[in-house]
């Protein structure tokens, strides 16, 4: 598998923002749908959030309208804008890229929310 390099995480206030980016090698042609996965201690892990190459993204159940992603194709990126952050959004992010079937994934970046 190849590791995607995540940043943008660190510690917000609730009623924040913060935006998380992650970029694929960019010899890695032709991916088809990026997005986020998160997971707190505890939990499984859950979708945040897709999008594929061309056409419309899809979030998780629990962010209503408070995140928007977005992706760059000419720089293999992929950003989640996330506004109005609350307490319960404390989780590590996961980036996922998928190429011909394959599924790749970030290490990671910790996101705190709190006051």
């Known amino acids: 598998q190849v590791q995607l390099v995540e940043s943008g995480g660190g510690l917000v206030q609730p009623g924040g923002s913060l935006r998380l980016s992650c970029a694929a090698p960019?010899?890695?042609?032709?991916?088809?749908?990026m997005g986020w996965y998160r997971q707190a201690p505890g939990n499984e892990r859950e979708l945040v959030a897709v999008i594929p190459s061309v056409g419309m993204a899809s979030y998780g159940d629990f962010v209503e309208g408070r995140f928007t992603i977005s992706r760059d194709n000419a720089k293999n990126t992929v950003y989640l804008q996330m506004n109005s952050l609350k307490p319960e959004d404390t989780a590590v992010y996961y980036c996922?890229?998928?190429?011909?079937?394959?599924?790749?994934w970030g290490q990671g970046t910790q996101v705190t929310v709190s006051s």
């Open positions: 996922y890229a998928r190429r011909a079937y394959v599924d790749l």
């Open positions: 960019r010899n890695i042609l032709n991916i088809q749908t």
